[in-house]
């Protein structure tokens, strides 16, 4: 449970650095990651996938629920739904329900338009992004496959 207060803080402390407001404790939080390494739970949410993938954009996690279809919304919620995927058990349709209240399909649609940005690199700039959260999730992959595997 402290991982996931840590990693919160940690997050919101980048989030207030990036819009220019004054964060006070969060520095103090924030170094005390970057002395002690930053835990690693063995088992991710479907929520806390939310947030991060959330605040990386710069959104709240509410934000990826809506029904927009624009970029700036579509794009992290199919993120949120590839790293559901990818890094929990859940089935396609409950991800779905979770992430922006969609269907199973639209959560294999998400899945086959990031494994398309993958290999084609195009735009340029949500492939940039999609690496960020692959160095994010990398702890989080490496665990699932662990436990897959053991």
């Not at 997050?11 to 002395?35: K, L, N």
């Not at 479907?46 to 629920?65: C, G, M, S």
């Not at 794009?75 to 329900?97: H, K, N, S, V």
Request: proline letters at 4%; a positive charge.
């Amino acid at each position: 449970m402290i991982g996931i207060y840590l990693d919160c803080m940690k997050q919101m402390g980048e989030f207030c650095e990036r819009r220019g407001f004054s964060h006070g404790d969060f520095s103090a939080v924030i170094q005390i990651i970057e002395t002690f390494g930053e835990p690693v739970d063995p088992i991710i949410s479907l929520t806390r996938i939310e947030k991060l993938v959330a605040y990386n954009f710069d959104l709240i996690p509410h934000q990826l629920n809506t029904l927009s279809r624009k970029h700036k919304t579509r794009f992290p919620r199919q993120l949120a739904q590839y790293y559901g995927w990818l890094l929990t058990d859940m089935t396609l349709e409950r991800i779905g329900r979770i992430v922006g209240n969609r269907d199973h399909a639209t959560v294999v649609n998400s899945r086959m338009r990031i494994e398309q940005l993958r290999y084609t690199k195009f735009p340029y700039q949500d492939y940039m992004k999609l690496k960020e959260l692959d160095a994010i999730f990398a702890p989080y992959v490496e665990k699932k496959k662990e436990r897959d595997d053991g």
